[in-house]
T-cell receptor
Framework: GAVVSQHPSRVICKSGTSVKIECRSL??????MFWYRQFPKQSLMLMAT?????????EQGVEKDKFLINHASLTLSTLTVTSAHPEDSSFYIC??????????FGPGTRLTVL | AQSVTQLDSQVPVFEEAPVELRCNYS??????LFWYVQYPNQGLQLLLK??????LVESINGFEAEFNKSQTSFHLRKPSVHISDTAEYFC?????????????FGTGTQLKVEL
């Protein structure tokens, strides 16, 4: 149980385009979803926290107009990287929480912006 | 604010040898402590956690970690590693209540088990 999926697993796009990444909790309803970014050889950095039906809370330094988060249902959250640039290339990981402390992580999405 | 330090970015070890991956944290409040493992091209998986109670916690695959409050450490150990333990290991902390239970991660330790 507690499986989280992400789609796509890899995406390559041209600079200036927008990319949408989906995060789904497959066998449970997630009250909260988190979006992280991971650079090579570095740790996961929390980008934002989203609760179903409400606006996401972004961490300091994360541009909310660039990284649009929609948490439309208890099983789906999307991250849209708008007008992507090469510096946005990274590994994006989502996690989902039912309640309490434990987060269940998705397998990640590798974004490459050319 | 919390922070997590994993001093070793890489730890090479031979199969069947013991290993210790170090984790130190800083926090002005009590914390929950976690170790996550990330296998190549996969998401993070919870390996073990300390919430309260016994300071020694164990995983199902032979890893253990001990919470040491005075040294603010939560080192991960395994007495005999296997090739399949090769992965990236992340230590993380979160506040027990409030703050949305946000996780703060260390920079990770790459464990490479060699024959």
């Amino acid at each position: 149980g507690a499986v989280v999926s992400q789609h796509p697993s890899r995406v390559i796009c041209k600079s200036g385009t927008s990319v949408k990444i989906e995060c789904r909790s497959l066998d449970f309803q997630a009250t909260t979803m988190f979006w992280y970014r991971q650079f090579p050889k570095q740790s996961l950095m929390l980008m934002a926290t989203s609760n179903e039906g409400s606006k996401a809370t972004y961490e300091q330094g994360v541009e909310k107009d660039k990284f649009l988060i929609n948490h439309a249902s208890l099983t789906l959250s999307t991250l849209t990287v708008t007008s992507a640039h090469p510096e946005d290339s990274s590994f994006y990981i989502c996690s989902a929480r039912i309640r309490g402390y434990e987060q269940f992580f998705g397998p990640g999405t590798r974004l490459t912006v050319l | 604010a919390q922070s997590v330090t994993q001093l070793d970015s890489q730890v090479p070890v031979f199969e069947e040898a013991p290993v210790e991956l170090r984790c130190n944290y800083s926090s002005s409040v009590s914390v929950y402590l976690f170790w996550y493992v990330q296998y190549p091209n996969q998401g993070l998986q919870l390996l073990l956690k300390y919430l309260s109670g016994s300071t020694l916690v164990e995983s199902i695959n032979g890893f253990e970690a001990e919470f040491n409050k005075s040294q603010t450490s939560f080192h991960l150990r395994k007495p005999s590693v296997h090739i399949s333990d090769t992965a990236e290991y992340f230590c993380a902390v979160s506040p027990p209540t409030g703050g949305g239970n946000k996780l703060t991660f260390g920079t990770g330790t790459q464990l490479k088990v060699e024959l």
